[in-house]
């Protein structure tokens, strides 16, 4: 595709309940990055992919987060037992190592009532 | 550990009139240092990187590392420049990936 793509867009779900959010960067990026954007808070970094290395998941908030990449392209970021702090927007981001620059997806709305 | 801090939240200004969005890190090594934008509606962006040196639309940046700032300054706002504003650091270089981002300002310019 064009850009990095994010699915779904908007997702409103109970609070406890699980979710999973994909992320499907551009093609030949090797590395894809989320982060967590909430008001108040800014761009928060969440976990970085970089090729075959193992990812920096230095950033997630608790173990009821986690993310996997498959192949070296999708990702899936995984919350379980949500909780009502968890509603943010969640953006992912492919680049080319190396550049600096990341492209970034529209992102996904997560909203735990 | 990188941080990197804007310390307003909420900038206004009336067209024409000068704008810099301030941004400070804290990085013990050589940072690389960027800007980036979301304007309203649309995905975030690199607006532009220190080590390029460049003026993208007319703003641009200069990376002081005595003062470790990286504050964008802009001689004319424009109201297409009312967006979110973030400052971003890579630690030990571009090879490594990792941005650590500010806060964010959102810019106002009104007519």
């Known amino acids: 595709g064009a850009g990095v793509s994010q699915s779904p867009s908007n997702k409103v779900t109970e609070k406890g309940k699980d979710v999973e959010l994909r992320c499907d960067p551009i093609s030949g990026h090797t590395a894809l990055y989320w982060y967590r954007q909430s008001l108040g808070q800014g761009l928060e970094f969440l976990i970085y992919f970089q090729g075959n290395s193992a990812p920096d998941k230095s950033g997630l908030p608790s173990d009821r987060f986690s993310a996997e990449r498959t192949g070296g392209s999708v990702s899936t970021l995984t919350i379980q037992r949500t909780q009502q702090e968890d509603s943010a927007v969640y953006l992912c981001a492919s680049s080319q190592i190396g550049t600096g620059e990341l492209f970034f997806g529209e992102g996904s709305r997560l909203t735990v009532l | 550990a990188q941080r990197v801090t804007q310390p307003e939240k909420l900038l206004s200004v009336f067209k024409g009139a000068p704008v810099e969005l301030k941004c400070n890190y804290s990085y013990s090594g050589s940072p690389e240092l960027f800007w980036y934008v979301q304007y309203s509606r649309q995905r975030l962006q690199l607006l532009l990187r220190?080590?390029s040196r460049e003026s993208i639309k007319g703003f641009t940046a200069d990376l002081n590392k005595g003062e470790t700032s990286f504050h964008l300054k802009k001689p004319f706002a424009q109201e297409e420049d009312s967006a979110m504003y973030y400052c971003a650091l890579v630690a030990g270089g571009t090879s490594y990936g990792k941005l650590t981002f500010g806060q964010g300002t959102i810019l106002t310019v009104h007519p």
């Open positions: 220190h080590i």
